[in-house]
């Protein structure tokens, strides 16, 4: 899946991207079975191509084909995943009610919707058809036929079981690779995963070797995809109510900062008439003042000119 360029940084879930997976697997499918061919015919331990390893013709009817390849694999993988499915329905029925309860306007129907248009049409084909086929193809069909002539059948399905844990580990490399370090989280995660997949690996394989079906195993990793895709869309809607509510706090915010800036304007234009009415009280302060110094200046010269009269008419008496 990492040969094509790019794929280290482009995302799982993108068309492009599981398009080129799906070319990936379906070459190393065709690969792995010629590969087990030439294996098989050059030890002398089966003469079966690859078509006859389906054994489609085991059971004597169709009912019974049904009952023991699909009704009780299904049932099985129902009681083994109780734990997640009782989970994923609480989880469901909660998410979904407590935020139509509580914004019964902005969380409708669309919004279900919506999530649900993330599961697009491709990558319901790769959860649900094409990675449980050629998983099970590969790590049960093919390898448990190479092991087993070799090996016990417990032995054998332990071994493939390990592989196919391990090869889900591919998540945490690509995350090594592109970023250089460790993370606890990630770390803890991926363990947590192939320790999952190698115990499902384990009981499909034990599964395939009861029946010599593929199919049966096939029905329980899509069953296992399935799971993985409902929980996915209750996480997602989760995650867009919270989103909504983020939304709407940060609206009211906004609305009350447009309220606070509002008033800052309010205050400001009242300080800047303020400041206006001052400059003009000043300007008439300005010319009052002028006003006087000319009526001062009448006076004065008023004096001056009375007091030259006066003086003119005390010289005239004299004389």
């Known amino acids: 899946m990492y040969i094509w360029p790019g794929a280290l940084t482009s995302d799982r879930n993108h068309p492009k991207t599981i398009k080129r997976n799906f070319v990936s697997v379906l070459g190393a499918s065709f690969i792995a079975s010629k590969v087990m061919t030439i294996f098989l015919n050059w030890h002398d331990t089966s003469t079966k191509t690859v078509f006859q390893y389906i054994n489609l013709h085991t059971y004597q009817s169709d009912w019974d084909l049904f009952l023991y ?77 190479v092991l087993t002539p070799f090996w016990s059948k417990g032995t054998s399905a332990l071994v493939s079981s390990f592989l196919f844990g391990l090869m889900h ?83 009211k915010q906004l609305v009350a900062n447009i309220d606070q800036f509002s008033r800052s304007i309010n205050q400001w234009v009242t300080l800047m008439n303020n400041f206006n009415d001052s400059l003009k009280q000043l300007g008439d302060v300005e010319n009052w003042a002028k006003c006087i110094e000319n009526d001062m200046n009448e006076v004065s010269s008023i004096l001056e000119y009375v007091y030259k009269s006066y003086n003119q008419t005390g010289t005239e008496n004299e004389t």
């Open 69 to 145: 390849c699909v009704l009780y694999p299904l049932l099985h993988v129902m009681i083994l995943f109780i734990g997640p499915i009782i989970n994923d329905c609480g989880l469901f029925i909660q998410t979904y009610l407590v935020a139509f309860k509580s914004n019964p306007v902005t969380f409708s129907i669309q919004l279900i919707l919506l999530q649900l248009k993330q599961l697009t049409q491709i990558v319901l084909i790769r959860n649900l058809v094409v990675a449980p086929l050629t998983e099970e193809f590969i790590f049960r069909g093919i390898m448990l036929s």
């Open 169 to 251: 580990a591919h998540h945490f490399f690509r995350t090594l690779l592109l970023y250089g370090k460790l993370n606890r989280d990630d770390a803890f995660k991926t363990i947590f995963q192939c320790i999952y997949t190698t115990l499902f690996g384990l009981y499909a394989s034990m599964a395939y070797l009861r029946s010599e079906q593929k199919r049966n195993a096939a029905i329980g990793s899509s069953v296992n995809f399935a799971t993985a895709a409902v929980t996915h869309l209750n996480d997602g809607v989760a995650q867009t109510y919270l989103n909504q509510r983020k939304l709407d706090s940060e609206a």
